[in-house]
């Protein structure tokens, strides 16, 4: 495919209207061609105007219809998986072999979602008969289902130019909803994002949908994401990225004379704590494990356990030993952005002046961006005293709190804000004190791993990538997994309908043999 740099206004190809930019390769700090059209607030109103067009049609598509379309795109995007993983490779620095499972991923998201939408659960159907004899009042016949909310902005994030941006699960979970979806590309990947872009927009066409169903826009600066989030008719937005921009968006979204939600991912520690037994009895694996996926993808994850957390005692010194190996082991490599280099700097700095030591260095840096792997090591007081050392350092850094007792662990997990996951590592007699860290886990997070390591690999039904704020802005949804679909739904009661006029998922002969709640009962007749 020839990259063109246009913007992607449903089925056509849109030049630039507010300048152009260069991908830039961060690995070299060479500019890659071609030109990327910049955007501004009139291509904005076009695909949102189009998305609005597209939604009726699109959001009444049948199962089978809409599931062919999804696993349409999922075919399209291992067609190009090569020149895909090529082209992100160029602009993120990331190896190719991990972005070409990026793009497996991707691929599967679409499918799984193909089969959500077969299945309809998430259309929740239900139905309450009348009680034409009921005493003292009659009931009227009640019936619900899940309908779209309407256009959705989707905000691609940069940490995984795969599968969490263009073509990732918020996008597959929004058309799998019933949404048509605009896309605002970010400027870190600008070329991955056109390539996914154009599959989408293909497969729009040749799925004979309406041009609107997918749009594609970028800008320079914050304004083209504010034209976004205040279109009138944008009903949602979702967003990964800084604590900053998250809020920022989502104040302006309340601020709208008709307020949307906005689905925002910022920001996790993922503390990971070692309960006594568990520290005697594999400190050092322990802290190799957590070494070692603290540093992957040069600790640019959403999952990245940051900090480790141990009472002092029998392991302690195994487990520091094995971060700090792990540490002196893992080269420094680029990192996403020139942008993303700088605040890991900041932060790391942060912790510096926030009392941290330094207890481990990675190899020297090679490159200009590159982001250099670093351990850190404070004392449980100073975690409780300084609420800087409890906030993420996006990037190659580890912090290690030495604890003095059960009682000082418990207190500094309660000082933790929202979280995407913790983890737990425990042997058998830990299980009593585990027990009392559950409940202090379960107000803070997300996911509560035991004896491994929270990976985002996962996209399942029972997979939740959500947390309380700052985690993200709304506890209640998920980004990843397959009921990261019901953001984008909101429930209709359909009352003292005649059959006809029901939409198929309620009427009485059950056209597409759902699962249906009928009078508080699950059935399928
Ligand atoms: P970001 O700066 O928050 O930007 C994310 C996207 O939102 C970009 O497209 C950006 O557009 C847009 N944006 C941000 N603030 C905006 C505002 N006020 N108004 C309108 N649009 C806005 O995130 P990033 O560039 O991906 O990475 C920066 C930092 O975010 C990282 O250092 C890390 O701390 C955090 N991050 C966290 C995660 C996670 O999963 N927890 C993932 C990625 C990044 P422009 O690029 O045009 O400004």
Redesign the pocket.
Known sequence: MTLTGDLLIGATFVPATAGTMKALNPATGELIGPEFAFGGAAEVDRAVRLADEAFDSYSHTRPAERAAFLELIADRLEAVKGELAERASLETGLPVAQLEGETFRAAAQFRKFAIVVRQGRFLQATIDPAQPDRQPTPRMDHRMQKVALGPVVI?????FPIS?SVAGGDTASALAAGCPVVL?????HPGTSELMGRVIQQAVTDAGLHEGVFSLVR????????AL?DHPLARAVT????????M??YR?AQQRPDPIPVFA????VNPTFVLPAALAARGSEIGAGFGRLALYMVG???LKPAILLAVEGPGFDDLRDAVMAEVRKVAARTM??P??HD??LR?VRRMEDSGATRISTGPDPIREWDGQSLAYEVIGEQVLAEPALRE?V??PSILLVRLTDLEQLFQVARAFRGQ?SATMHIEEPDHADAAQLLPILERRTGRIVVNAFSIPQEVSYATIHGGPFPATSDSRFTSVGMSAIERFLRPVTYQEFPDGLLPESLREANPWGLWRLVDGELARD
């Open positions: 905000f691609g994030a940069s940490n969490y605002k590309a970010h400027n870190a800008g320079a600066g914050n304004e083209i994401g504010e989030v967003f990964t990225g800084s604590e900053g921009g998250g920022a968006l302006r991912e910022m920001t996790s640019q994850m959403c996403l952005t942008g993303i605040s890991y932060n993420e996006f990037g995407l």
